[in-house]
């Protein structure tokens, strides 16, 4: 086969993160997409940008993931010098949040067991926390509510006091330092590199939405391309016919993070004023659900408050229950919704997949052509990318 010359269809992070590890490796790319990476449809840029693994069930997604971690930490706790973690205007790409999780049960070994039965090392069981979670830099803690608030004289993170949360059945909590992308920025600071990069042919405006994956085939051939990487999120179910791939819907409402106001009791409590911002996640009840769950995420300039996972949903306008739910969860995690707007709203489809598919296409590659697909992360997208454009580029130039 002739040197590499790679086409990429989609640009949304998936597209735009293997694009870029072609590009690093002096591999021509050939962006194509119909939309731009911060059109409204697309899901990268309206996610909430949060590391952790979240519905994507691939056996591989751990190791994505602290692939990802490995290119995400390093910006997220870079200083004012360094190019790569700002945008142009200096704003931050990647910033570390503190995250909360608040659980009703205890699931797993807590903090104490942990350091008194040295777990870690293997010696006091098995554990039941995610295999991340032994990471040294997320600091990764599973403590009681009453420990968690001991804590806070410390953090003074802006969460429900601990009353509210003994009252409402959350007895334990997971407490992590975790990588936050700004999304939109991210996307366009990735976009703008791509069309910075002399290998480079982009047009990520084409209005031209491809029939088939021989369609797609036979355009990578017109323009010189030997090689095609498929990332085209859930339009991979119509192009390859791909019924395993689904919708799982996800509903934000936005608020401005340096505007809005926040109710009596998260600001201030008997250690004083919280004064930081945390994510905030609920997914047992009351507060929340697997399919409907209750978060706060801070990302850049906004909060974002959600939430749902609904697979096979595909509304794509937020309905008014839905309106009520989440403006409920930003009162119970802490904004004053009596006095403070929202700023806007969004919809978005996760493509969700039950092993997603990263991979050569035996049926359509041929002596001539390479095809590889990269889709189906469900909600990591932004956990798993640079995990899976490093494994999308070794196939692709295998």
């Known amino acids: 086969m002739a040197s590499p010359r790679v086409l990429v269809v989609g640009s949304g992070v998936i597209g735009l993160r293997t694009s870029l590890e072609l590009l690093r490796r002096n591999i021509p790319v050939v962006l194509r ?6 059109t409204s449809s ?3 840029q309206g996610a909430g940008g949060f590391w952790m693994p979240f519905h994507c069930d691939d056996p591989r997604t751990n190791r994505w993931s602290i692939e990802t971690l490995d290119e995400l930490h390093p910006l997220a706790t870079a200083g004012a010098r360094s190019i790569h973690a700002f945008t142009k205007d200096g704003s931050r790409l990647v910033e570390t949040v503190p995250t909360v999780i608040f659980r009703q049960e205890h699931s797993g070994p807590s903090t104490e067991d942990m350091i008194a039965q040295d777990y870690n090392k293997g010696t006091g069981g098995k554990s039941q926390l995610p295999e991340w979670s032994t990471d040294p830099r997320l600091q990764f803690q599973h403590l009681t509510v009453e420990m968690l608030w001991w804590q ?3 953090y003074k993170l802006r969460i429900p006091t601990e009353q509210t949360l003994l009252q409402n059945g959350y007895k334990h909590a997971w407490f992590f330092q975790t990588p936050i992308v700004d999304a939109p920025k991210m996307l366009q600071h990735m976009l703008e590199e791509v069309e910075g990069d002399r290998n480079a042919d982009v047009n990520v405006e084409t209005g031209e939405y491809y029939e088939s994956i021989e369609h797609i085939l036979e355009t990578a051939k017109s323009l010189g391309c030997n090689r095609v990487l498929n990332a085209t999120g859930l339009g991979a ?3 390859c016919q791909d019924d395993e791939i689904i919708a799982a819907r996800g509903i934000l409402l936005h608020y401005d993070r340096k ?10 409590s008997e250690h004083g004023e919280m004064i930081n911002d ?3 996640i609920a997914e047992e009840g009351p507060w929340g659900t697997n399919d409907m769950p209750s978060y706060m995420i801070p ?4 909060l974002l408050v959600g939430g749902s996972y609904l697979e096979g949903d595909t509304e794509m306008t937020i309905r008014p229950s839905e309106i009520t739910k989440l403006l409920e969860n930003a009162q119970t995690l802490g904004i004053d919704t009596k006095q403070c707007h929202t700023i806007s709203s969004w919809t978005g489809l996760r493509p969700y997949r039950p092993i997603s598919r990263l991979e050569i296409d035996v049926q359509h590659s041929t002596t001539d052509l390479k095809l590889v697909h990269s889709y189906g992360y469900g909600g990591s997208g932004w956990t798993v990318y640079t995990g899976c454009a490093k494994d999308a580029t070794t196939l692709l130039l295998s």
Do not use: F, H, K, W
């Open 33 to 38: 997409s119909p939309v731009g990476p911060l």
């Open 42 to 44: 697309v899901c990268s």
């Open 152 to 154: 806070n004289y410390y």
């Open 237 to 239: 179910r119509t192009l």
């Open 259 to 268: 505007s809005c106001i926040r109710t009596q009791e998260i600001q201030m």
């Open 278 to 280: 945390a994510v905030i």
């Open 299 to 302: 990302r850049g300039e906004t």
